[in-house]
T-cell receptor
Framework: KNQVEQSPQSLIILEGKNCTLQ??????????LRWYKQDTGRGPVSLTI?????NTKSNGRYTATLDADTKQSSLHITASQLSDSASYIC????????????FGTGTRLKVLA | NAGVTQTPKFQVLKTGQSMTLQCAQD?????MYWYRQDPGMGLRLIYY???????DKGEVPNGYNVSRLNKREFSLRLESAAPSQTSVYFC??????????????FGEGSRLTVL
């Protein structure tokens, strides 16, 4: 069964600190993996996409990694800001006739001043 | 450029009432989706439309109907609302090609409560 699991469920950190969010997946055949940021009361917005051949990709203070062998991805946030408080959702796309997305349940991050 | 627009943002219904959630995108995307988001669960696909004139069931279609009115608009209808349909509903469209290929663009959500 295609699944995406994220950890931790929630996380509280102080402003300026770093944190790492984890995503493990069992999706086959794998197409790509995206991290989305969802602010409270808003729709998810894509942060980054990882394809099979990519190990690391950065988007400002966000750095995503992908290990296709172990089927794990991480999202590292550097020098956190209050505006980073949000849910972060890992979404894995499966190849096939119909483009299919499998969503993780998200990690809820709160950054405190 | 508005992206994906959903209406209404909030709605309260009584059990048995019907309503339609509206969604429109201005990015010329072919594929559109309706998801629901419940606490502790990932987004679940209700229905999708790969192109104008076609619709297909997703993971949780029971109790819902959809209409792909044209390339821009994709509506979701609850014929007889039930408390189990209390949720946040998201419409999304899929990017066409290049770096945006496969990226989902979401609306702001419609928060529905069924009493």
């Amino acid at each position: 069964k295609n699944q995406v699991e994220q950890s931790p469920q929630s996380l509280i950190i102080l402003e300026g600190k770093n944190c790492t969010l984890q995503c493990n997946y069992t999706v086959s055949p794998f197409s790509n993996l995206r991290w989305y940021k969802q602010d409270t009361g808003r729709g998810p917005v894509s942060l980054t996409i990882m394809t099979f051949s990519e190990n690391t990709k950065s988007n400002g203070r966000y750095t995503a990694t992908l290990d296709a062998d172990t089927k794990q991805s991480s999202l590292h946030i550097t020098a956190s800001q209050l505006s980073d408080s949000a849910s972060y959702i890992c979404v894995v796309s499966a190849m096939g006739g119909t483009y299919k997305y499998i969503f993780g349940t998200g990690t809820r991050l709160k950054v405190l001043a | 450029n508005a992206g994906v627009t959903q209406t209404p943002k909030f709605q309260v219904l009584k059990t048995g009432q019907s309503m339609t959630l509206q969604c429109a995108q201005d990015m010329n995307h072919n594929s559109m989706y309706w998801y629901r988001q419940d606490p502790g669960m990932g987004l679940r696909l209700i229905y999708y439309s790969a192109s104008e004139g076609t619709t297909d069931k997703g993971e949780v279609p029971n109790g819902y109907n959809v209409s792909r009115l044209n390339k821009r608009e994709f509506s979701l209808r609850l014929e007889s609302a039930a408390p189990s349909q209390t949720s946040v509903y998201f419409c999304a469209s899929r990017g066409l090609a290049g770096a945006l290929s496969g990226e989902l663009f979401f609306g702001e959500g419609s928060r529905l409560t069924v009493l």
